[in-house]
């Protein structure tokens, strides 16, 4: 049995809110430079080159890269050989997202009650999903979400009859939607199977894995590729001014389902894809 004390997570969670707002991964931003280069839009090519001349300005000075910092989004793969001490570990990763939040100096996005909508002033708390895994690891991903995107992601319940083709269509459905309000190019996260919440868990899952991996699934790869593909045909663009770079990465993640159904998420983030990934 190992012994993790709480005070650890909320110094890394910490440490990691404060990265991933002004630094985004290897992989998103290799795309947007590849992006660049494959443009065909005088006007996608500017804009891509802005993103790129911002990513600089945004290490070089560590300030964020997008003003919206996002909710932070924070999974749990915690090893059940582990034994965690100090304090409740809900309270240690909402103390890591304060400090990194306030310390980090980054925009407090987060009301207290959906409705009342009274600013919490810190950014906590966080959405937290907890997976428990063999091992005596700990696996922490941050990945904030900013709601210019998040706004236009969808659920689709669709019938078992709808098929494959029903879900290139719920995809293609919810890019055309959000248009260039997702602060296109975008990258899309896709759930397929489980129940209502378990796609939409999936879809926000999708959206941490590099985008330069594929599913160990034939079908689903061949699917990744297709839509991708077909995404970038739709002229939508960088900044939704027209263009062929549509979309920088589109993963799907399937779990089993019921009979009578194929729920379908379509989790769709901008280009400012933040994900950072310790293991403790």
Sequence with gaps: MRTINTDEITRNIKEMC????????????????????????????????????????????????????????????????????????????????????????????????????????????????????????????????????????????LKPADGVEGVKNAIIESVEAAGPNACPPMVIGVGIGGTFEKCALLAKKALTRDINSHSSIPYVQQLEEEMLKEINNLGIGPGGLGGRVTAIGLNIETYATHIAGLPVAVNICCHVNRHIRRIL
């Design 18 to 157: 404060m990265q991933v707002n002004i630094q985004l991964s290897d992989d998103v931003k290799k795309a947007i430079l590849d992006g660049k280069e494959k443009e065909e839009s005088i006007i996608g090519k500017q804009i891509l080159g802005q993103l790129e001349e911002n990513m600089d300005i945004a290490w070089k000075n560590k300030i964020p890269i997008c003003q919206d910092t996002g909710m932070t989004v924070v999974f749990l793969k915690i090893g059940q050989d582990i034994h965690i001490e100090g304090g409740f570990i809900e309270d240690a990763v909402n103390e890591g997202i304060r400090q990194g939040y306030c310390d980090g100096y980054l925009r407090k996005s987060v009301v207290g009650d959906p409705l009342i909508r009274e600013n919490t002033k810190d950014n906590t708390p966080g959405v937290i999903h907890y997976e428990i895994v063999p091992g005596d690891k700990m696996e922490i991903t941050v990945a904030p979400k900013g709601f210019g995107s998040e706004n236009m992601s969808k659920i689709f319940m």
